[in-house]
């Protein structure tokens, strides 16, 4: 029985709260078939040396780190302005909850580079581990997701190319846990905003082989960190990017002040703040006058997206936990909600998104890199953390919507994603950019016509049931909609640029759409290869049928619902309790 007194009305099942256990204190490697599917297709042989170690980190992930998230979510970071004799320390106090789960997940990081080189040792793919290690961190804690891994990668490449070499040292020194080491932050917005690099404030000046970086940035995460990326403007009007660190070469203080701590709606285990440079120490990571720098910084930004992305996959995922759960247990109308015609269609349509937007995220980090996808991937995760997160709430009744329960935090943290590393609008003038100065989407293409043409084959030679292969409707869909895809890049650069720009999300939109069902079909194919199952075939059916096909003026409410018929199949594959 649970801590609590029994109350003269608790004499129903109904009341017996311990019934409703949602993910906090499961394995979440144990429970999620669907990362399970993904590891084995991604690590090959090395997927059973891997197994023990994503046991274990399934496990502290639903166990001591989803703790201490919602313990540092009630007490956050706070600011000490000032030490006792008035002086500027801007010492950023992370509460005691952040350390222990900060500890212990260096002690069990996958991305650290002596865990990569023993999984390539053991033939694991460590793109992969490490891509499964933030995806449990982020249904967890996408703050603590941010605070580790917010722009080491860019710190530690910029710094290799362009630091001078006292400077690399340093820089090495403190990521030598490697990049997901909570050491990094990104400093680009100011109060005139972010992306708009035209209205940049912040200035450099140079002083010997290092500069002098004046200026003040609205919107800092990980404040606490180590080692800044600052962007400010060169003497010449140019931008470019720049390494600040908390002390001098001399070993003092650097010119580095926080004012104020954000009091934020969510993702409150990151420390964001207001940050001031007053003469700061910095230095140039930029080849002289050639702009190498904030190019490579660019490139880093989207692999940041892709980042931002499994933040919002996390939260969807965690959101579909937590509504499964909650619904297995919770009574309506003499049944329980899992068993109620609309609730399992909300269920399903939550788990076929789900698993769309999880096999989008894990092909950027571990397929091939296309300039165009992370865009496109983060535009659809991101804003599916949101609606996963709503739905969550929606499922719980107003239990959802008090803050003892998960999934109001869920929703807090899961709004920022659309912001982080560029809104909507950003992703769509990225995805121009693209296509209209790398022609980008002309590789994209060819990968989905060469995925859907191997997801369509069916080796006769093999033991494979054709009943388990993915279906020729689903493929002929899929097939034809990559083509009209085709068609409508072409008639949208026929457009006058005003109606073009209007027109970007609708055609990033459709973009995602196929890629998505285009990646369901490559999964499905392997999962009918290996294991003679057709899961995924339904999922990527589900899924196709619900952004790609063409319903008519029935809008499809005549035909059976497949989702509602297999929703134990869904349900199989989604959870296991």
Known sequence: MGRYLIESFDSSDRYATERYQGAAGRNWWSCDPTLQLLMRRHLGDGFAWATPYLDKLGALMGGTVAECAEETDRHPPRLEKYDKWGRDVSEVVMPPSFHTARNALMANNFTAPAFADEARANGANPAAL??????LLDQADIGMGCALGTGGDMVVSLAERHAPDDVRDRVRAIFANGFYSGEAAQMFTERTGGSDLAALEATAVPDGDSWVVSGFKWFASNANGSAFVVLARLPDG??????????????????????RLKDKLGTRSVASAEVEFADAEAFLLAGSGSGSGLGTMMKLTNAS????????????????????CYARAREAFGRPLIEQPLMRRKLAELIVEVEAAQALVFDGLVGPRLRIVPALIKLRAARLGVTAASDAIEVHGGNGYIEQWPVARLLRDAQVNPIWEGGDNILCLDVRRAMLRENAHEPFLDRLTSAVDQASSVDQASSVDPASSVDPETVALVRGRIEDLRKAITA??????????????????YMADVYAAVLLLEQAEWEAREFGTDRKALVARLYADAHLADHGPLRGIDRPAEGLDRFDDLLAGALTL
């Open 492 to 509: 949208w650069s026929s457009l006058d640029p005003v109606a073009a720009e209007a027109q970007l999300f609708a055609l990033a939109t």
């Open 130 to 135: 490490a891509a499964a290690w933030t995806y």
């Open 305 to 324: 997206r892709l980042g931002v992305a499994m933040m919002g996959v996390g939260v969807a995922r965690r959101a579909l936990v937590e509504s499964l």
């Open 238 to 259: 140019a931008v470019a990017p720049f390494l600040v660190l908390w002390e001098r070469r001399d070993g003092s203080r650097n010119g580095v002040r926080i004012r």
